[in-house]
Nanobody, 126 residues
Framework: QVQLVESWGGLVQAGGSLRLSCAAS????????MAWFRQAPGKEREFVAA???????????HYSDSVKGRFTMSRDIAKNTVYLQMNGLKPDDTTVYYCATGLVEVTTTPSQYPYWGQGTQVTVSS
């Protein structure tokens, strides 16, 4: 089993920045991909970003078109933690953000990830 805990969501003005973190514990593997999704009420869970090892100390990252150029995902293997640096936030980014893991390859399909955190709320005011 893997436990994921997201933190550092909050309220920010449009144009501002937040850095979310997701700490993993339990049966964690550095070879697992880790991903961020978000879900607004009444909507499907939406892929945001993912990261996986792509060689010795190099990473492959994949972003949705809606966040590319504004969000950056990083990973600290020693701390079993991933981060989502969100810059240039817009009111449309307001929702609950979740991290997920449990796969070796990156996928944008949420149902394929077996492990999820509880989510952290991000609110961007206009």
């Amino acid at each position: 089993q893997v436990q994921l805990v997201e933190s550092w969501g909050g309220l920010v003005q449009a144009g501002g920045s937040l850095r979310l973190s997701c700490a993993a514990s339990g049966r964690t593997f550095s070879t697992y991909a880790m991903a961020w999704f978000r879900q607004a009420p009444g909507k499907e869970r939406e892929f945001v970003a993912a990261i996986r090892l792509s060689g010795f100390s190099t990473y492959y990252r994949h972003y949705s078109d809606s966040v590319k150029g504004r969000f950056t995902m990083s990973r600290d293997i020693a701390k079993n933690t991933v981060y989502l640096q969100m810059n240039g936030l817009k009111p449309d980014d307001t929702t609950v953000y979740y991290c997920a893991t449990g796969l070796v390859e990156v996928t944008t399909t949420p149902s394929q990830y077996p492990y999820w955190g509880q989510g952290t709320q991000v609110t961007v005011s206009s």
